[in-house]
C-alpha cells in the first residue's frame, strides 16, 4: 500500500483536483460577473438618468422625504428597476456558467450546486425580505446598505462551495454595505460600486485568471 510520501506529486495533484471538483461549484463563470455588473450599472443608470430625470430630483432629496415616498411613483420604479436587473443578471449567472460547463466537460447541476444555491439564497432570501420590511416602513435610507450586506453575506456563505474569490467579493460587499450605511446621501453610487463595478473587476480577474490563461486552476482556492 502508497503512502502519502511515496505517491509521486503529480498524483497528489490529481487527487486534489478530483476531490476539489467533487466538492465544489467549478462551472461558475467570470463573464456571468462581468455580466451582472454591467446589468447593476445600467440599472444605476436608468435609477440616476430616468427615475431621478437626470438628477433634477437629488437621491438624498428622495431618500430623505419619507412623509410623501408612498405617495410618489419613484419608489416603485427604484423596485421594477432592481427586479429587472436581478433577473438579467441571474439569466446571465446560468447561460455563462452553463457555457463554461460545457466547455470544460463538467455537469452544471451537481450536489455542489445544490449546496451553493442553498447556503446563497438564505442570506438573499432573508435580505431581501428584510429590504421589504425598510421599504414598507419607510426606512428608504437604509436599503442600497441592507442590500449590500446581505448580498455580502450570500456570497460569504457561499464562497466555501466555490472559487475563493467569490468570498472576498462578499466581504468587499459587507464594507461597501456599511459605508452606504453611514454615508446614506451617497447611497445609489455605493450601490452601483458594490454590484456594479465590484463584479466586473471580480469577474475579471476570474476569467483570466480560470478560463483565458487557467484550465480550472485551483491552487488558489484551497
Not at 174 to 184: D, M, P, R, Y
Not at 191 to 204: D, K, L
Not at 205 to 210: E, F, L, T
Amino acid at each position: 500500500m502508497k503512502t502519502k510520501a511515496s505517491i509521486p506529486n503529480e498524483d497528489l495533484k490529481a487527487i486534489r483536483e478530483i476531490m476539489e471538483r467533487s466538492s465544489r461549484f467549478l462551472s461558475l463563470s467570470g463573464l456571468s460577473g462581468i455580466f451582472a455588473g454591467l446589468c447593476a450599472l445600467a440599472g444605476a443608470a436608468i435609477a440616476w438618468f430616468l427615475i431621478l430625470d437626470f438628477g433634477q430630483v437629488e437621491y438624498n432629496e428622495f431618500i430623505e422625504d419619507k412623509a410623501g415616498i408612498f405617495n410618489s411613483d419613484l419608489w416603485l420604479y427604484f423596485v421594477l428597476d432592481a427586479i429587472i436587473i436581478l433577473i438579467f443578471a441571474a439569466l446571465g449567472v446560468v447561460y455563462f456558467s452553463q457555457r463554461k460547463a460545457r466547455k470544460s466537460g463538467l455537469k452544471f447541476w451537481t450536489d455542489s450546486t445544490r449546496r451553493l444555491l442553498i447556503h446563497l439564497m438564505i442570506p438573499l432570501v432573508s435580505g431581501g425580505v428584510f429590504t421589504l420590511i425598510l421599504l414598507f416602513n419607510n426606512y428608504i435610507d437604509l436599503i442600497a446598505s441592507a442590500m449590500l450586506i446581505f448580498y455580502g453575506l450570500s456570497l460569504v456563505n457561499a464562497g466555501k462551495f466555490t472559487f475563493g474569490e467569490i468570498h472576498y467579493l462578499g466581504l468587499t460587499e459587507i464594507v461597501l454595505g456599511i459605508l452606504a450605511g453611514v454615508f446614506v446621501r451617497h447611497g445609489l453610487l455605493i450601490w452601483a460600486t458594490g454590484f456594479g463595478v465590484m463584479h466586473i473587476v471580480y469577474g475579471t480577474v476570474m476569467y483570466y485568471r480560470y478560463e483565458k490563461y487557467g484550465d480550472n486552476k485551483l491552487e488558489g482556492n484551497l
